[in-house]
């Protein structure tokens, strides 16, 4: 809304920019996880971006108060960026960091982390749904500059608070170099064994010079069973004869079996990431039209009280807030008596009903649009764009609520998987993926809108213009949809084929 009402930017151009800052703010993460994993550490890494973090919302204040007004769009793309670098390093830090926090060792251990992980995102969108409702209203009926002087506040006040758990801590960051350099080193090795055969006799795998070597970090020596996908990689850790004759050993040409599971472990995560690309796509329509729909109709409650049209994404959050625990307290110990799974139903399935529901949702928001398109032409209201559309904004609950049923399955459901499944030494780089999945997908959005834009344009009636109501958004939410159910398809595909991470003594956990 900032950037339409005061920038003054086109609808579509304003929607487009927004999914590239949550593209670029949700890729930032890589960068950052990369600077945890292998150099500064996780805990290093959350106070010196979170002290960016504070600069940029400084800055933001500053732009849309005393910077002069030719100079204001600018300024505030700029501290726009410095937030997204400051949040790169904070957000796939923050959750590793407090999920290590947890023992792992029983399999109580793991159903109490499994659980963190829904009470942690439910702390998160009650702040975010506060903020939803406080700070946007203080946006609309106060100032923008005071919004973001309260963020700024919070921010100090986080870090202060952080700050003085220093001393209960467990800080388990033993940062030994890039884990990069280890899943170089199996690629490498695997090319240039391309020609030795595999087999499965123990007596020509090189287990390691300790027991649990791995990508960098000696974490209670875990071994890593074998598994049979991705045979090809396990060249790399077949012992020749050129090896045996060997005095020392050669890590770009010989690994362990721990470093070639770890790899398989990042490899068999991608085919999840790329298949979960256009759910982020359609739960990006939350902050643009979803925000446009609720702006063209009837959102009063009582005479005198209206409230804008951001706020509707509270509702996310209180359905949020309201399914988590029902699903951590009453459905997992529920099918948990069925399935004999700690978590009741595997971390892939928990995603799949997200991505069947985020279809559902696009095919609820066409018809809903559809409907108050439909009110807008009873009323010859098609050519007045500014004008309320005599239908009421409740009409919107329903996507709405899938919007936060789907995000209480999938996201909660991606943060354990790419934390669980990632190797220790890239457990910041796992939450930086999922986080980044976010990103790609609002850069997908941003391009199925240009893509769209362009199309109808050519064809003579275009869709997605800055009158909502001959926008044909109905229409749009339809080619989601199709997109949606066709990404669907593929994930369940990659999640048949999947195999979870399994330690030499210990059950799957991911096995039902």
Same mark, same amino acid.
Not at 248 to 267: A, F, G, H, T
Not at 332 to 342: D, E, S
């Given at each position: ?92 830090? $923050? ?19 499994? #659980? ?37 506040? $919070?921010? =100090? ?19 030994? /170099?890039?884990?990069?350099?280890? $899943? ?12 030795? !055969? ?12 300790? @027991? ?23 060249? =790399?850790?077949?012992?020749? &004869?050129?090896?045996? #004759? ?9 690994? #362990?079996?721990?470093?070639?599971? &770890? ?55 209180? +359905?949020? +807030? ?113 986080? #980044?999945?976010? /990103? ?24 997605? /213009? ?23 398809? $593929?994930?369940?595909?990659?999640? !048949? ?12 956990? /991911? @096995?039902?």
């Amino acid at each position: 809304m900032y950037l339409t009402n005061e920038l003054h930017q086109p609808t579509a151009a304003a929607a487009k920019n927004v999914n590239m800052w949550i593209g670029l703010s949700s890729l930032f993460p890589i960068l950052g996880a990369i600077v945890a994993d292998s150099y500064l550490g996780r805990f290093k890494t959350i106070i010196y971006s979170t002290c960016i973090y504070f600069l940029g919302m400084v800055m933001l204040c500053l732009s849309a108060s005393v910077v002069p007004r030719h100079y204001r769009e600018g300024a505030y793309f700029v501290a726009l960026y410095i937030l997204a670098v400051g949040e790169g390093g904070h957000k796939p830090c $923050v959750q590793t960091f407090a999920a290590d926090q947890f023992e792992e060792e029983t399999d109580e251990d793991k159903e109490v982390k499994s #659980s963190f992980f829904n009470w942690w995102y439910l702390a998160i969108v009650v702040t975010a749904t506060a903020a939803t409702l406080g700070i946007i209203y203080i946006q609309d009926n106060v100032s923008w500059v005071l919004s973001y002087s309260v963020l700024a506040v $919070v921010i =100090a006040a986080g870090l202060l608070l952080f700050l003085l758990g220093i001393r209960s801590y467990r800080n388990e960051d033993n940062v030994l /170099g890039s884990p990069f350099t280890t $899943v170089a080193q199996v690629f490498v090795a695997a090319a240039r064994k391309w020609s030795v !055969k595999t087999g499965r006799r123990s007596d020509v795998v090189y287990y390691g010079d300790d @027991e649990g070597e791995s990508s960098g970090v000696h974490s209670k020596h875990k071994t890593l069973a074998r598994t049979k996908q991705f045979r090809f990689l396990d060249k =790399a850790m077949i012992i020749d &004869e050129h090896d045996a #004759s060997s005095k020392m050993r050669n890590p770009w040409r010989l690994c #362990s079996l721990n470093q070639v599971e &770890e790899v398989k472990l990042v490899v068999r995560l991608i085919p999840i990431w790329l298949s979960c690309l256009m759910f982020h796509a359609v739960q990006s329509q939350l902050h643009t039209y979803f925000i446009k729909q609720g702006s063209t109709m009837i959102r009063s409650i009582g005479p005198n009280f209206r409230f804008p049209p951001a706020s509707l994404q509270a509702l996310v959050g209180i +359905v949020i +807030v309201t399914t988590v625990p029902i699903y951590d307290r009453i459905l997992v110990p529920t099918v948990r008596k069925f399935t004999g799974h700690a978590a009741g139903i595997t971390v892939l399935q928990r995603i799949g009903v997200g991505l069947f529901l985020s279809i559902i949702n696009m095919v609820v928001a066409a018809l809903v649009e559809a409907k108050r398109v439909g009110v807008a032409r009873e009323y010859n209201l098609m050519d007045n764009p500014k004008a309320i559309v005599p239908i009421s904004v409740w009409w919107l609950l329903p996507q709405y609520f899938i919007t936060g049923l789907s995000d209480a399955f999938t996201v909660i459901g991606l943060q354990e998987l790419f934390y669980d499944q990632m190797p220790d030494a890239m457990r910041s780089l796992g939450a930086a993926a999922y986080i #980044s999945i976010l /990103g790609v997908g609002s850069f997908l959005s941003s391009f199925i809108i240009s893509l769209v834009e362009t199309i109808t344009r050519n064809s003579g009636e275009r869709w997605l /213009g800055n009158n909502l109501n001959r926008a044909h958004l109905d229409d749009f939410y339809w080619v989601l949809a199709g997109l949606s159910a066709l990404f669907f398809g $593929v994930y369940v595909w990659v999640a !048949k084929r999947f195999v979870y991470k399994k330690v030499v003594g210990e059950a799957s956990s /991911g @096995e039902v």
